[in-house]
């Protein structure tokens, strides 16, 4: 069965350095989304991605966040300067094109950890 | 501000019996509703969406949907040990756009 993949599992980082995570969607689908949760707190959207733009972002996705497809394949999510409480889950998700996006498959998710 | 409200929990059901999970949420403009599971320290795992009103079963899960009172609720019947995690109700407002979770409710199922 087709997943969404992610890397690395555990990033570990100095506050502010640069870090990318990596996902890898579902290969048919169109839709793409990042969400990040906060130890012990809920999974809180960050921004969609669809016909190679940002379709939504939240007030979380500031100037510090931008988001990348660069092949056919990856979908990336940069922090240019991390800071402490960017240490979180970040997970990327998928959906399919003939549900109009909405049925979200995510991936394994992203450790991050800001030092 | 749109809104997904869940009983934090834990709630404790002993195996086999049924557990009723349930959400409110606060935008009439809510289209589309999912129930993710998610295990401690994993990501979010999809278990049912409805998109109208009424019950959607799934094997040993039910989705009950009443858009008048903006409820949606999550029954598992015969509930197993492995059924033991974090369930998130959520929402979508139209196509294409983000998911708002609930905060999710613990389950517990004890032998």
């Known amino acids: 069965e087709p997943e969404v993949t992610q890397t690395p599992s555990h990033q570990v980082t100095q506050m502010g350095q640069e870090v990318i995570l990596r996902c890898v969607p579902i290969s048919n689908h169109l839709y793409f989304y990042w969400y990040r949760q906060i130890l012990g707190q809920k999974v809180e959207f960050l921004v969609s991605f669809y016909n190679n733009e940002i379709s939504e972002k939240s007030e979380i996705f500031d100037d510090q966040f931008s988001v990348e497809r660069p092949d056919g394949s990856n979908f990336t999510l940069k922090i240019r300067s991390t800071k402490l409480e960017d240490s979180a889950m970040y997970f990327c998700a998928s959906s399919e094109p003939d549900r109009g996006g909405d049925t979200q498959y995510f991936g394994p998710g992203t450790r991050l950890t800001v030092l | 501000q749109k809104e997904v409200e869940q009983n934090s929990g834990p709630l404790s059901v002993p195996e086999g019996a049924i557990a009723s999970l349930n959400c409110t949420y606060s935008?009439?403009?809510?289209?589309?509703f999912f129930w993710y599971r998610q295990y401690s320290g994993k990501s979010p795992e999809l278990i049912m969406s409805?998109?109208?009103?009424g019950d959607k079963e799934d094997g040993r899960f039910t989705a009950q949907l009443n858009k008048a009172s903006q409820y949606v609720s999550l029954l598992i019947r015969d509930s197993q040990p492995s059924d033991s995690a974090t369930y998130l109700c959520?929402?979508?407002?139209?196509?294409?756009?983000?998911?708002?979770f609930g905060s999710g409710t613990r389950l517990s199922i004890r032998p």
């Open positions: 935008d009439r403009g809510s289209q589309s």
């Open positions: 959520a929402v979508i407002h139209s196509s294409a756009s983000k998911i708002i």
């Open positions: 409805i998109y109208s009103n």
